[in-house]
């Protein structure tokens, strides 16, 4: 499995994002598709999942801003940002989560102004 995490930048606050993850290999066992972050000096943390059956999952601090959703024939998955707070700003992942293993992918840049 194979992903490949895009749309980060620099955007205003209160502004918007779309970050895509586009997973490819076998994707049939997948679990979830998550969204994590990792803000300097700070732990990666979860943002958001998706589950295999589409039940999307969001942590409170993003809750009513952000949106998980997929597209299945193009096999990505998207976090939809808005509302983007200067706490936001982080390298976002996306992870595959797997009966057997994860896989995580690159990381995509998120800077937001204040």
């Known amino acids: 499995v194979q992903l490949q995490a895009s749309g980060g930048g620099l955007v205003q606050g209160g502004g918007s994002l779309t970050l895509s993850c586009a997973v490819s290999?076998?994707?049939?066992?997948?679990?979830?598709i998550g969204w994590y972050r990792q803000a300097p000096g700070n732990e990666r943390e979860l943002v958001g999942i998706i589950m295999r059956g589409g039940t999307t999952n969001l942590v409170h601090t993003v809750k009513g801003r952000f949106t998980i959703s997929r597209d299945d024939a193009k096999n990505t998955t998207y976090l939809q940002m808005n509302s983007l707070k200067f706490e936001d700003t982080a390298v976002y992942y996306c992870?595959?989560?797997?009966?057997?293993?994860?896989?995580w992918g690159q990381g995509t840049l998120v800077t937001v102004s204040s």
């Open positions: 290999g076998s994707t049939h066992n997948i679990h979830y």
């Open positions: 992870k595959v989560e797997t009966m057997d293993r994860s896989y």
